[in-house]
T-cell receptor
Framework: DTAVSQTPKYLVTQMGNDKSIKCEQN?????MYWYKQDSKKFLKIMFS???????INETVPNRFSPKSPDKAHLNLHINSLELGDSAVYFC???????????FGPGTRLTVL | AQTVTQSQPEMSVQEAETVTLSCTYD???????LFWYKQPPSRQMILVIR??????QNATENRFSVNFQKAAKSFSLKISDSQLGDAAMYFC???????????FGTGTSLTVIP
């Protein structure tokens, strides 16, 4: 009964490759998010979608492209991976106010 | 943009004792929401407690309670009877009343000493 799931949980890849991380939520939420957590544990918002529409697009390299095929899914595609992209990426969802965000288990991306 | 400050990068507490984690935030809004999240070594983010700014009463969840000082823009988390399982990274978060963006602090790493 996973509320927010991400695949894969671990991803090890070479510099220059393209990879995708998938996120699905079964909570019926309208809003989904992508966060990047660096080695110092700082959580940085990257994107947010509300009903498949992009509503938050923070300053991230355009190598990162989110895609929301429907409101239950928000995928993250990363082109030309760089060493600095190594981090844990979290997907989250929320619905209405004052509801909190529900987080996925995170995807640890390691770029070699 | 709102900023959330957690001035204690690391804290420690003896098992069964009480510890308070600090959080301050900067906002010009009168209505908003505040949260504390816990991130244990498993890295799963878990909601600990939530506070609506329009509520004067401090939120409480079992051993976890907050001290919400709206005028001072302070939102501290008190953990009573600390347990080994409380060891984790704790994040304070602010959510605007309108919109969907959450603002997170830099986290406080809590160690529980047996």
């Amino acid at each position: 009964d996973t509320a927010v799931s991400q695949t894969p949980k671990y991803l090890v890849t070479q510099m220059g490759n393209d990879k995708s991380i998938k996120c699905e939520q079964n909570l019926g939420h309208d809003t989904m998010y992508w966060y990047k957590q660096d080695s110092k544990k700082f959580l940085k918002i990257m994107f947010s979608y509300n009903n498949k529409e992009l509503i938050i697009n923070e300053t991230v390299p355009n190598r990162f492209s989110p895609k929301s095929p429907d409101k239950a899914h928000l995928n993250l595609h990363i082109n030309s991976l760089e060493l600095g992209d190594s981090a844990v990426y979290f997907c989250a969802s929320s619905q209405g106010r004052p509801n909190e965000q529900f987080f996925g288990p995170g995807t640890r991306l390691t770029v070699l | 943009a709102q900023t959330v400050t957690q001035s204690q990068p690391e804290m420690s507490v003896q098992e069964a004792e009480t510890v308070t984690l600090s959080c301050t935030y900067d906002t010009s809004e009168s209505d908003y929401y505040l949260f504390w999240y816990k991130q244990p070594p498993s890295r799963q983010m878990i909601l600990v407690i939530r506070q609506e700014a329009y509520k004067q009463q401090n939120a409480t969840e079992n051993r976890f309670s907050v001290n919400f000082q709206k005028a001072a823009k302070s939102f501290s988390l008190k953990i009573s009877d600390s347990q080994l399982g409380d060891a984790a990274m704790y994040f304070c978060a602010y959510r605007r009343y309108t919109g969907n963006q959450f603002y997170f602090g830099t986290g406080t790493s809590l160690t529980v000493i047996p």
